[in-house]
């Protein structure tokens, strides 16, 4: 089985910035791609950006140039550094991590990110 727990979410004000963390444990060499997804009150849980092994990344088209995705394979972490952050950002943001057929192997607990003033 696999673990991941998210860590670095909290209240920010308009424009601020905010680190999100992913530690994966457990079966990692099963781990492939990963990514970071959110959900907000009466919305669908969407994309936010995407991460291959290789370093190769995707990101949803309202995050872009705002939002960068990294991750420390020595270290089985993932990253989400958000700038600018915007009051329609506020969700709950989910770590994922999928295999090389592109099954999901687990999700996060969540972590809350607000934006207000």
Known sequence: ?????????GLVQPGGSL???????GSIFRINDMG???????KQR???ARITRGGTTNYADSVKGRFTISR??????VYLQMDG????DTA?????????????IAWGQGTQVTVSS
């Open 46 to 48: 969407e994309l936010v």
């Open 1 to 9: 089985q696999v673990q991941l727990v998210e860590s670095g979410g």
């Open 19 to 25: 680190r999100l963390s992913c530690a994966a444990s």
């Open 92 to 104: 709950v943001y989910y770590c994922n991590a999928v295999d090389g057929a592109w099954e999901d």
């Open 72 to 77: 420390d394979n020595a270290k089985n972490t």
């Open 36 to 42: 970071w997804y959110r959900q907000a009150p009466g």
């Open 85 to 88: 952050l915007k009051p329609e």
